[in-house]
């Protein structure tokens, strides 16, 4: 059993927690940076360069595994987040949320300046998808030029089915939290496990959409912003999952309170960011785009 040893706690003059040194942090960067390193080889066609994903994500997930548990251990068993503390963690989420939004916003500028005054590069005009693709009869003739297909995305498919599923994420994650504040625990638990449910039909939903997709990444600029736009997103869609299922863990081990779980307040502001996202990105490119 974890002892708490109080003595330093009650000894400090002030609210705040000065954080002892810790590896976690530079080597997490380290991780990260060689993670993107190895999956822009792989993306020019480097040899053996997926086995190094494989390996970076194994260390990265054991950098912030630990980092978390270090974290974890000081605000719930030794004490060291005080009022103020949690305060200054509250903020801290909503400066990053912020600059997540504007990361995002950047990709919707482009898709917004392309569409409403596309430039002579792109013809002057903006068809939701241009693919040059050789029909059977220019193939068996030995044509070099091919036929322009325009390929649209159908907003009433697998899109407004995540649509709804982020959407009842977005409920349950809700319930949990109130939940929580009433002291209703196993209500609680039910609601969480529920919202990782969801987020994991969501990105197996997405992935089946990327395989049936008749486009990729490199099918012009308008193929770019899509797989951009919805590839990040269901990247934060995977982080915001991670970040459920450590609270569901810590939601089991009684780490939250009624008056004290900043932890989850941090997730669910981070969920419904990603909600909010995608709604504007389904309207923006699924609807408005076609």
């Keep these: 059993m974890y002892v708490i040893n109080r003595r330093d706690i009650t000894a400090e003059a ?23 390193f190895h999956i822009v080889q792989w993306f020019s066609f480097v040899i053996f360069s997926h086995y190094w994903i494989f390996i970076d994500l194994f260390v990265l997930n054991y950098y912030v595994f630990r980092w978390f548990s270090d974290i974890i251990v000081e605000g719930t068993f030794e004490g060291h987040h005080t009022q103020k503390v949690r305060q200054g963690i509250k903020q801290g989420m ?49 044509q070099k030029e091919a036929t322009i297909d325009i390929l649209k995305l159908n907003p009433l498919g697998l899109s407004l089915f995540n ?39 969501f990105l197996f939903t997405q992935f089946l959409e990327y395989n049936w997709s008749a486009f ?3 099918d012009g600029v308008i193929g770019s912003l899509f797989f951009l736009l919805t590839g990040f997103h269901g990247l934060h869609v995977i982080v915001g999952t991670i970040f459920l299922v450590v609270c569901f863990y810590r939601l089991i081990a009684y780490h939250f309170l009624v008056r004290q779980h900043v932890g989850f307040e941090c997730c669910s502001w981070y969920w419904h960011f990603v909600d909010v996202i995608w709604l504007f990105l389904y309207v923006v490119v699924y609807v408005w785009g076609n």
Aim: hydrophobic residues 55%; charged residues 5%.
């Design 216 to 218: 990729s990444i490199n």
């Design 94 to 142: 909503v400066f990053f949320i912020v600059s997540e939004a504007m990361f995002f916003f950047s990709f919707f500028w482009a898709f917004f300046h392309c569409s409403l005054s596309p430039s002579v590069v792109l013809g002057g005009t903006w068809p939701y998808m241009c693919i040059n693709k050789p029909n059977t009869l220019g193939v068996l003739l030995n």
């Design 14 to 36: 002030h609210p705040f927690h000065l954080v002892n040194a810790s590896p976690w942090p530079i080597l997490t960067a380290i991780a990260v940076f060689d993670l993107v």
């Design 163 to 201: 649509t709804a599923l982020l959407l009842s994420s977005g409920i349950s994650v809700t319930v949990a939290h109130l939940s929580i504040t009433s002291g209703q625990r196993r209500a609680a638990i039910k609601s969480l496990f529920l919202t990782i449910i969801f987020g994991l039909i």
